[in-house]
């Protein structure tokens, strides 16, 4: 009999992709960092811990059919979902596994990719030893583990608001659902009311706004588990070490290029540090870093030059994110905002702004503005750590002409599509050329779907219909707009926008055919 241990099992979840998760992701964490990452251009092996609705292991398998996905959940409302959303889709490298960590079947095998995502802050002591021990045990040698978890001191001033909202709902009736929306009013009336805790952490009172604002489900899973911690990086660094994996690095990217998470005055610090593991501790703090997602490795091998970069991982490929980019360019990556412009980037932008090349070809091509091979492997990971460039697992193909019938291949995408158009939350498409899943609007959802299911001719009539019979309001300047002639002219506007913009990004990222 599978045991959650004190998580929450009276109520689903809500589905979810998360792009980190992808091996083409994690894989280029590890790469950036000087370790060789696993081949996933040959069969690989994928668990995901904890996948609740499994929308990113449903996505990723649909994005990577020569990988086989294996789910783990111990809630059989999550992994009976789970299974429709396999079969409704055809997915037959995707499998599902109602269990708890304890309850793995004995030949489950090694995987070369564990990932867990939203499981392990939220777990018991005993459950997160079970989960280090399927890290120890189930992980390929030079294989990767992503484990994402709430982090200090980022959580310091906010701890008590999981305290209150968990210690009222333990008062409440009903289910779990019932019980956060009671501790949530509760929570809004003592800030109201400025109780000394809120008067005294100002951030904990804006919190609060947040909350409101989320899904009830997330927060019922968020904040009622009876077991809840949030971690110094180096007690994960630790638990991870002691089951045999080592460090290897963090997503988003730009989080492993300290002087793009901590401002100009705290970097000297970091100049004269040369152990990883003090940095990211150094980090967290001028950071006030509040969750982490860490790439960990089992018997890393460790890249000796950008040569041996190329010759181990030169499969993945790199384009400019946002067609039509030009220079300065500037990120903004919470504390740090970052200008990037000079002759480098001008010649990777125009390399990378129509085509998408490996990085061999980069260096190549490159060579007359930065002789040093090492010099364009670190402007194109900063580029990408920046947003300035993507990095997929293929090839991207040239934007097709304008015109013509526009279809989607993968039953994966005409699944979702037909599904959650309009649901109310975005939704992920998956690119078997890029190797991972691409967000998109439940409104430009529903547009595509209309593309896909009924072509050009009256778009913005059926769209529009489509729009009140689901009773969705389109808003203006924060205002739902009721006049149905100005409605439909943002409807149009956004048919517009949808046909010259998005639609040949989906199409170059192989989710369309036009
Ligand atoms: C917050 S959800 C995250 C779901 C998914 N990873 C996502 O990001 O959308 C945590 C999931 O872990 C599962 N879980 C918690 N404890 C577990 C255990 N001991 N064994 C298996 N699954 C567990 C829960 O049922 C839940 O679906």
């Known amino acids: 009999m599978a045991a959650a241990a004190g998580y929450i099992t009276d109520v689903a979840y809500i589905p979810g992709f998360y792009p980190h998760m992808a091996p083409v992701s994690l894989r ?62 055809g997915l037959n490298n995707a499998r599902v596994i109602t269990a708890d960590f304890a309850g793995l079947p004995a030949d ?30 189930r992980l390929a040698p030079g294989g990767l583990l992503l484990v994402s978890y709430n982090s200090m001191p980022g959580w310091a001033h906010l701890q008590p608001i999981r305290g209150i909202l968990r210690q009222y709902a333990q008062l409440r009736q009903g289910d779990s659902l019932q019980k956060v929306r009671d501790a949530l009013s509760y929570l809004v009336f003592i800030r109201d009311r400025h109780a000394r805790y809120f008067e005294d952490n100002p951030r904990a009172a804006a919190y609060v706004d947040g909350l409101l604002k989320q899904d009830v489900r997330y927060l019922a899973h968020e904040y009622l588990n009876e ?17 045999g994996l080592a460090f290897v690095g963090s997503l988003p990217v730009f989080t492993n290029f300290w002087d793009l998470c901590v401002r100009p005055e705290f970097q000297e610090l970091f100049r004269t540090t040369t152990n990883r593991l003090v940095t990211e ?32 991982v030169d499969d993945l490929r790199f384009h400019v994110a946002k067609p039509g980019t030009t220079l300065p360019y500037q990120a903004n990556l919470g504390v740090v905002t970052s200008t990037v412009q000079g002759p480098v980037y001008e010649r990777l932008v125009a390399l990378l702004g129509t085509g998408s090349l490996r990085m061999s070809e980069i260096v190549a091509a490159a060579r007359d503005v930065v002789p040093q091979a090492d010099d364009v492997v670190r402007a194109v990971d900063a580029g990408v750590a920046m947003g300035l460039f993507d990095v997929t697992a293929g090839a991207l193909e040239p934007p097709p002409g304008a ?17 959650d158009a309009l649901s109310g939350r975005p939704l992920a498409l998956a690119s078997e050329r890029t190797g991972t899943g691409h967000t998109i609007g439940d409104f430009d959802a529903a547009i595509l779907h209309e593309l896909v299911e009924r072509g050009r001719g009256g778009l913005v009539e059926r769209v529009d219909a489509r729009l009140v019979a689901a009773g969705r309001s389109i808003q203006q300047e924060g205002q739902p707009v009721t006049d149905p002639a100005a409605r439909r002219r943002l409807v149009e506007a956004a048919c517009t926008a949808f046909l010259d913009a998005s639609l040949p990004q989906l199409a170059r990222l192989g989710i369309v055919a036009v």
């Open 281 to 312: 501790a150094h980090k967290d703090f001028c950071a006030n870093t509040a969750f982490r997602w860490d790439v960990y490795c089992r018997e890393p091998r460790l890249m000796t030059d950008a040569a041996d970069r190329l010759a181990q």
């Open 28 to 89: 280029h964490a590890a790469a950036l960092n000087r370790v060789i990452p696993p081949r996933s251009d040959v069969p690989f092996r994928y668990l995901e811990l904890g996948c609740g609705l499994g929308r990113s292991l449903t996505t990723l398998a649909a994005a990577n059919p020569q990988g086989e996905f294996v789910g783990v959940d111990v809630n059989p409302e999550h992994t009976r979902q789970v299974e429709g959303d396999i079969a409704a889709a």
């Open 227 to 243: 077991h809840w911690t949030s971690f110094y990086f180096s007690e994960v660094a630790g638990m991870f070490g002691a089951a």
């Open 403 to 419: 015109g013509g019938d526009v279809s989607i291949a993968s039953a994966f995408n005409r699944v979702v599509l037909a599904a």
């Open 108 to 137: 489950l095998g090694r995987f070369e990719f564990i990932a867990l995502h939203g499981v392990f802050s939220w777990v018991s002591e005993q459950v997160r030893r079970e989960i280090l021990a399927l890290a120890r045990e």
